[in-house]
Every structure is written in structure tokens, then in C-alpha cells.
């Protein structure tokens, strides 16, 4: 089982950043996923999960301005993330499953003008 | 949603020592189907999360049995009998039981 992710980088406030986990070693069309960050310094915090079946559950700080999606042809997970504020600064895991069986390295979101 | 309390913030061990980190729910953890979805997750620094128990007590792939959970209901408690420098690090309780998921805030396992 591998998960990469990407398409972390520096984005001013407001602006948008979408990013992409890439899933390999199981078959990803199986398996609910979720998205989970980590802000400098700080503990882990839940963001977003989608289920198998393209369900979606959001953690209310993200709710309205990030979406989680998939697309099981790609084996890819993505989380748009919208009207980006300072406090969405962060490493980005994504994970497998309720269980968080497996994780990514993650990928830095830095939010500041 | 559910709050997960985390005890103590940090523990402060001897190798060969044993530890215990109490993970407190706001609300009873187990779901409909009969099971607890209560996890614990050693982040080592610099490192990503690992699983290390998943409902309750069951050991993931390859954790030593030198890891133990238990609990039910409200109350969890993962001990570590004889602690090795490889434990060293953050550990969190997570739920899965209610939406949201949520952790625990964390707690620091250190060498005295």
C-alpha cells in the first residue's frame, strides 16, 4: 500500500489550491478515504472523508470551502480547497479507510500574502 | 461532535518502564453494529501517523504485543509494557464512531 500526495505549495489568502493523493497497492475503488492536517506544532485534525461509494463528510471548518472527490479510474483522491484563509496552513495527510490503515507523507499548505 | 480528552499531555518514561495514556469520549463510542471505532496512532517525529490499535484492542499489522488497548464506552486506556526508544513520540486516540471523526489532542511519550 502507497499514498503520495501532492499539490501542496505557498498561496495567498483567499485564493484556491487543489490537491491530489495518488494510491497504489490495493484496490482504491474498495476503500473510503479520508484527509487529515496538521498544523505547525499542532495535533492531528480531521478534514474530510469519502466513502466508496462517493459519499462525503466534512469537518465544519472546511465545510463550504473544501470538497474531497475521486476518481477510481486514476487510483486518485483530490481535496479542493477554497477561499483559503491562514488557519488552513498545514501538512495534508490523506489516509485509507475508517480505520486510517495507512498514511501518505503529506504535503505542506502554507496560506500567507 | 465528539470530544476525545487525552491523559496526561505528556509522560515522561525509563526504557523498560510501563506507560498508560487514558483517552476520555464525550459520548460512548460504540455504533450500532456492535462495534467501537477507537483507534491509537503513534506519530514519531518527523514522521507520519501509524496505526497502532484499531477498535479497542486489536493490534495492527506488525505492532508489537507489548502494545495493549482496552476500554468500552467512554473510557480507553493504551499501555505500553516495557517501553523502547522506538516508542518515543506523540500518540492520539481517534473515533470513528460518530460524524465527524475526531482526535484526541495528543500525548507526548519522552525519555526521563
Known amino acids: ?9 505557498l498561496v495567498q489568502p483567499g485564493k484556491s489550491l487543489k490537491l491530489s493523493c495518488s494510491a497504489s497497492g490495493f484496490t482504491f475503488s474498495s476503500y473510503g478515504m479520508h484527509w487529515i492536517r496538521q498544523a505547525p506544532g499542532k495535533g492531528l485534525d480531521w478534514v474530510a472523508y469519502i466513502s ?18 475521486r476518481d477510481n479510474a486514476k487510483n486518485t483522491l483530490y481535496l479542493q480547497l477554497n477561499s483559503l484563509k491562514s488557519e488552513d496552513t498545514a501538512i495534508y495527510y490523506c489516509a485509507r479507510q475508517w480505520s ?14 | 461532535d465528539v470530544v476525545l480528552t487525552q491523559t496526561p499531555v505528556s509522560l515522561s518514561v525509563t526504557l523498560g518502564d510501563q506507560a498508560s495514556i487514558s483517552c476520555r469520549s464525550s459520548q460512548s463510542l460504540e455504533y450500532s453494529d456492535g462495534y467501537t471505532y ?12 501509524q496505526l497502532l490499535i484499531y477498535e479497542v484492542s486489536n493490534r495492527f499489522s ?11 464506552g467512554t473510557d480507553f486506556t493504551l499501555k505500553i509494557s516495557r517501553v523502547e526508544p522506538e516508542d518515543l513520540g506523540v500518540y492520539y486516540c481517534f473515533q470513528a464512531t460518530h460524524d465527524p471523526p475526531t482526535f484526541g489532542g495528543g500525548t507526548k511519550l519522552e525519555l526521563k
Open chain 1, 100 to 113: 486510517l490503515d495507512y498514511w501518505g507523507q503529506g504535503v505542506m499548505v502554507t496560506v500567507s500574502s
Open chain 1, 1 to 9: 500500500v502507497q499514498l503520495v500526495e501532492s499539490g501542496g505549495g
Open chain 2, 38 to 49: 477507537l483507534e491509537w496512532y503513534l506519530q514519531k517525529p518527523g514522521q507520519s501517523p
Open chain 1, 52 to 69: 466508496s461509494s462517493s459519499g462525503t463528510v466534512y469537518a465544519d471548518a472546511v465545510k463550504g470551502r473544501f470538497t474531497i472527490s
Open chain 2, 62 to 72: 506488525g505492532v508489537p504485543d507489548r502494545f495493549i488497548g482496552s476500554g468500552s
